[in-house]
């Protein structure tokens, strides 16, 4: 009985444990697996990409701007000072969820911080490639 009610709790421990990673867990997605598999609107993730060259606007300190992959572009809107890295052309990652309208809402963008270098899920995807399968160079301007 004793080994029973400790192998209850115990489960009971572990599922609770597997919930509240679940609720952290924030999954990575490029631009063309939301338009082509799509999200759910309200549910946490990040996005990345290349800032797509004429798609910046600032209305006070709410900035719009466009993430590209190369096959599909996702709009998305930050209303937060962007950190100072951040331009057209460069590669980024942001944080937060698609509202009901399709645009991606910001909660935290991070502009990738050298020439050469892109976190390997942003380059898996430009390069079309599935993330997780190695570090990924880039070349200056590609």
Known sequence: FIVLIGLLFVSAAVGFSLFALDQELDVFRSPSEIAEKGFPSGKRFRVGGLVEDGSVSSEGIVT???????????????????????????????????????????????????????????????????????????????
């Open 64 to 142: 719009t701007f466009r993430v590209t992959d190369g096959a599909h572009a996702l709009t998305i809107t930050y209303d937060k000072i962007l950190p100072d890295l951040f331009r057209e052309g460069q590669g980024i990652i942001a944080l937060g969820a698609l509202n009901a309208g399709g645009t991606f809402e910001a909660q935290e963008v991070l502009a990738k911080h050298d020439e050469n270098y892109m976190p390997t899920e942003v380059a898996a995807a430009l390069a079309g490639k599935k993330p997780g399968t190695g570090a990924y160079k880039l070349r200056e301007g590609g």
